[in-house]
């Protein structure tokens, strides 16, 4: 069975940390391009960090750089999202998803699929006081 699922999410107040995890099945993390997408109340689904084996790179959303880092571990099938020094605006449910980039993403370093072949179901992060 293809399947991702995210875990990881909470509660935390501003400044804390949380690590959020996609364990992949059906299918290797390596081979397709993988992204961390987050969805917050009326606003629409932003790319916040997405990584490619293939590609050998890494992107950012700009108002996360130097804050999240995305990570990989193959023999696990599993990739992270680690998040520092988290902000109220980080609120949302967050999404991993297994696709390809689509041009944007490569001429301008985005977080962005044409494709998305799966989807997780979503892990819920609130940062409030």
């Known amino acids: 069975q293809v399947q991702l699922v995210e875990s990881g999410g909470g509660l935390v107040q501003p400044g804390g940390s949380l690590r959020l995890s996609c364990v992949a099945s059906g299918f290797a993390v390596d081979y397709y391009n993988i992204g961390w997408f987050r969805q917050a109340p009326g606003k629409e689904r932003e790319g916040v960090s997405c990584w490619s084996s293939t590609h050998n790179n890494t992107y950012y959303l700009d108002s996360v750089k130097g804050r999240f880092t995305i990570s990989s571990d193959n023999a696990k099938n599993t990739v992270y999202l680690q998040m520092n020094n988290l902000k109220a605006e980080d609120t949302g449910v967050y999404y991993c998803?297994?696709?390809?980039?689509?041009?944007?993403?490569?001429?301008?370093?985005?977080?962005?699929?044409?494709?998305?072949?799966?989807r997780g179901q979503g892990t819920r992060v609130t940062v409030s006081s």
């Open positions: 998803a297994a696709g390809w980039y689509n041009v944007d993403a490569l001429l301008y370093r985005k977080c962005t699929f044409g494709e998305v072949k799966y």
